[in-house]
């Protein structure tokens, strides 16, 4: 019964690519997350989602696009891949927006770009 | 957002009590302390969270100072299992969509 589920759990592909990650949250919950963690392991919000709306861009290229159909999904495709994208991907869930909200973790996908 | 000091590693004996120190001297009053932490080749894990009361949960307890410039993360007894980086965050009210910011954490070895 994962709460948080990541799919694939690894990525490998060329440059130029474009693909996509998927997160499903089996929580209830209504604020969801993506955060990268690169190679120094330096963890770095970078989308938030609340009810299927955007409320976080933290600077992200847009090659990067979030998609939530459902508050229980929130996707992340990405265009034309650059190598400088291989880090791990965490999606992430809260039960609501706020400080005091704990924040659930998927396992993570780790993205090769070759 | 305000900033946290903790040190890059620590190390620990396993059955024994480990205190995970952090400094937080530019709290704000209405900052929540947050500890999460993440083992190796997965997400990272939520551990407590607490505002001005010391907290205790099943997985350990957060000791607050008075002033809330420092708090301390405490695992009553190490086990090999709890070797992995604490994170210490600070999250404002005001903070945007509750996101969490990560600093470098503290990475516990602990031996048997």
């Known amino acids: 019964d994962t709460a948080v589920s990541q799919t694939p759990k690894y990525l490998v592909t060329q440059m130029g690519n474009d693909k996509s990650i998927k997160c499903e949250q089996n929580l209830g919950h209504d604020t969801m997350y993506w955060y990268k963690q690169d190679s120094k392991k330096f963890l770095k919000i970078m989308f938030s989602?609340?009810?299927?709306?955007?409320?976080i861009n933290e600077t992200v290229p847009n090659r990067f696009s979030p998609k939530s159909p459902d508050k229980a999904h929130l996707n992340l495709h990405i265009n034309s891949l650059e190598l400088g994208d291989s880090a791990v991907y965490f999606c992430?869930?809260?039960?609501?927006?706020?400080?005091?909200?704990?924040?659930?973790f998927g396992d993570g996908t780790r993205l090769s770009i070759l | 957002d305000a900033k946290t000091t903790q040190p890059n590693s620590m190390e620990s004996n396993e059955e024994e009590p480990v205190h995970l120190p952090c400094n937080h001297s530019?709290?704000?009053?209405?900052?929540?302390i947050h500890w999460y932490r993440q083992l190796p080749s997965q997400g990272p894990e939520y551990v407590i969270h607490g505002l001005t009361s010391n907290v205790n949960n099943r997985m350990a307890s957060l000791a607050i100072a008075e002033d809330r410039k420092s708090s301390t993360l405490i695992l009553h007894r190490a086990t090999l299992r709890d070797a992995a980086v604490y994170y210490c965050i600070l999250r404002a009210p005001y903070n945007q969509g509750g996101k969490l910011i990560f600093g470098q954490g503290t990475e516990l070895s602990v031996k048997p």
């Open positions: 992430a869930s809260s039960p609501r927006q706020g400080a005091s909200q704990p924040q659930h």
């Open positions: 530019t709290i704000s009053g209405t900052d929540y």
């Open positions: 989602y609340n009810n299927k709306e955007l409320i």
